[in-house]
């Protein structure tokens, strides 16, 4: 049953590299900026718990679909945050479109601080 439930429902472990070759940059960005490699940084040093947390507020969802199983939909596009970049400024997400927008943070402590507090504070999604 589990390999049924893996199959329909994805895996339980949210495997960041898999979400890193699904990822696309909008709006401008590119994989190499200095704080789009400190996301991948502070999401790979996540626990499981915080990363399911981290695809629930950014697509609804806890969990990847299988390597095999992506679509562009289930791609994640990561484009630069529409309010600002200021060490304040939460991340936002469109969780229809597997949308995050993510501010430039000066530092990792301030990127992992601010991503904490947009998952643990956003638990369900608002129309």
């Known amino acids: 049953w589990e390999e ?3 199959r329909v429902c994805g895996s339980p472990d949210v495997d960041v590299a898999s979400l890193r070759r699904h990822t696309r940059y909008r709006g401008g960005l590119e ?4 704080h789009i490699q400190m ?5 790979e040093g996540f626990s499981q718990a915080d990363r399911r ?11 990847l679909p299988l390597e095999s199983d ?5 791609e994640m596009k ?7 970049n200021g060490d304040q400024v939460l991340p936002e997400a469109e969780t229809c479109f597997f949308i995050v ?6 530092t990792k402590a301030l990127m992992e601080e601010n991503l904490m507090a947009a998952i643990t504070a956003c638990r369900e999604i608002n129309y």
């Not at 996301?39 to 999401?43: A, N, S």
């Not at 990561?78 to 600002?84: A, M, N």
């Open 4 to 6: 049924l439930e893996r």
């Open 31 to 34: 994989g190499s900026e200095p």
């Open 39 to 43: 996301f991948w940084e502070v999401l």
């Open 53 to 63: 947390l981290f695809l629930r507020f950014a697509w609804g969802r806890e969990r």
């Open 70 to 74: 992506y679509t562009e939909h289930s």
């Open 78 to 84: 990561l484009f630069p945050s529409d309010r600002g």
């Open 101 to 106: 927008k993510l501010p430039q943070y000066r």
